[in-house]
């Protein structure tokens, strides 16, 4: 990291913990919704993604991930603690502050959440790419992820009408609204995901390839490589490996992002007051805007791959020159 970089990430970082601090303070100071409230806890989130992509850039995975995890942890032990006292109607002196402590903390949960869920993406790629080729239908045919994708997207579509049905005709009591909330959570992964395959492998969907028969002409089983990444690979791969000319994926984790928390906070992230939307069209705009973000994410999951794992990159682009220098020999 330059000293330029690190200079302006200080100061993104000393302005994040200022906005943060503000964003406490308000929150325990109004009892109820306020606009002050609102356009703080807005620049909160905004300022709070721009530090979860720097660090994303410059903090090791693991850490990154184990963070998150606490994070989570912390949140859901507080939250817990606060529904037990809401729950049995204790008078406790310290309740507000775990209300708005387990508020703070689930905040930056989503703050952080689309780094976290690419990295688990790029993981399981480069852990279980091997693993999932092997996968056969009907012993003979290779399943392609374009279409688990649109299987994600289809189960997502199931679950957002029920999750309309439970919206408009059960849960009426504002005491069992974190239902719904933990419905849009689910919702939300399986858009991501989704979107993610989908796009990834949008080549093979244009050109209707969902199911392919097994070919085993110019693999690469017997490449001596340090990894079983490209054990499978053929010709068919090249296009599959190959860099958007554009650079794609910063601006579909801020998409993402963004789109994220329209989903889980709706008007308490974007003001009615100002952009005139209601909470569900708010909703309904992030689940779009989601879909577009994975989508980037998958269209340049390559630069991602290449930042997290630099040496298996270079046995891919290797491996890549091999098998089209032997397809143009047998071909």
Sequence with gaps: MSRKTRILSFILYFLGSFIAFFYFIQRYSCLYRCLILDLTRMVFIL????????????????????????????????????????????????????????????????????????????????NKTSKYSEVKIFNKYHLHEGLFGIFIILIAIIFGLFYIFLDYYIITKKSFEWILTVFRMVLLNLTFFGSFFI?????????????????????????????????????????FFQKPKFILYPLGIFISSISINMIIHGNNFLPKVIFNLEDNQIITGGFILLFLGGGFIGIDWLRIFQRLYPEVYKDIIYGLDIIIENYNKNN
């Design 47 to 126: 300022f709070f993604i721009v530090i979860a992509f720097d660090l994303f850039l410059f903090l090791r995975k693991n850490i990154y991930i184990k963070t998150f995890q606490t994070i989570v942890g912390t949140t859901s032990i507080l939250w817990f603690l606060y529904f037990l006292i809401d729950l049995l109607d204790i008078d406790i002196p310290f309740s507000r502050t775990v209300l708005v402590l387990t508020d703070f903390l689930f905040t930056i949960c989503f703050t952080i959440i689309t780094p976290v869920l690419t990295l688990i993406l790029i993981s399981e790629i480069k």
């Design 199 to 239: 796009l990834r492998d949008r080549k093979d969907i244009v050109k209707l390839k969902f199911l392919e028969r097994e070919s085993r002409k110019n693999r690469l089983e017997n490449l001596e490589i340090n990894t079983s990444f490209l054990k499978n690979m053929d010709h068919n791969s090249v296009s």
